[in-house]
């Protein structure tokens, strides 16, 4: 029997549109479990996640008719659950608006540099390499390891930082799409993922010498 590619996006939601179950049917099971990872962030427990993931589908399904495509379907999506996500985490008393996002580029509630400001030159290069675990034979035979250890740096960082390199390096987001679902500056999201990534690295590194 011949395979066939997965529809994308936009022909998945136009036939949403005209009425086919089908494809919406498709898009709830391509994009659940990211909404699920991403509302888990903001709420306490996974009981609050579904909740907010069945909501952000019914909001989608009330306005797909409305969705007019200046955004992915994606954004879109992220952007729907963020807000009921953000809504729901403040009544639990666990989210911090990103709207309060501050201190100053590449400083946030108060923190010092993330790492040596020596191994970087004036125009925020590194000066010295960090250690690259993918030239380690033994470390790329341990790439679960790797990962297990990433994700666990990610768990420990602040809020929005731990969003931030979420929706950048574990769901894939561009720059633009992760501005536009989180309503944030470019320069806020740079300095956030940054903090982020190197708080990851350092823990990787950390991990490689021992």
Excluded: C
């Excluded at 099971?29 to 509302?39: D, H, I, V």
């Excluded at 963020?82 to 590449?106: D, L, Q, W, Y």
């Excluded at 040596?116 to 925020?124: A, H, L, Q, V, Y």
Aim: proline share 5%.
């Amino acid at each position: 029997m011949p395979s066939f590619p997965p529809a994308d996006d936009q022909s998945l939601v136009e036939r949403a549109r005209a009425g086919d179950e089908d494809a919406f049917a498709a898009l709830v099971r391509r994009y659940s479990p990211m909404l699920m990872r991403l509302a888990r962030m903001y709420v306490p427990t996974d009981a609050l996640a579904e909740d907010v993931v069945q909501e952000t589908w019914v909001a989608v399904l009330r306005g797909l008719e409305r969705f007019e495509g200046r955004s992915s379907f994606k954004t879109w999506l992220f952007r729907i659950l963020t807000n009921r996500a953000k809504t729901r985490g403040v009544r639990e008393h666990r989210s911090i608006p990103f709207a309060s996002v501050g201190g100053g580029e590449g400083m946030e509630d108060g923190e010092g540099p993330t790492v040596d400001p020596s191994r970087f030159t004036s125009e925020g290069a590194w000066t010295s390499a960090p250690a690259d675990w993918h030239d380690d034979p033994e470390a790329s035979l341990e790439s679960e390891e790797v990962l297990r250890i990433a994700r666990e740096a990610i768990a420990e960082l602040p809020e929005r930082q731990r969003i931030v390199i979420s929706l950048r390096d574990l769901e894939g987001l561009s720059s633009d799409e992760v501005r536009n679902v989180l309503d944030v500056t470019e320069t806020n999201q740079r300095v956030l993922l940054h903090r982020a990534r190197a708080k990851v690295r350092k823990a990787l590194e950390e991990w490689i010498a021992s």
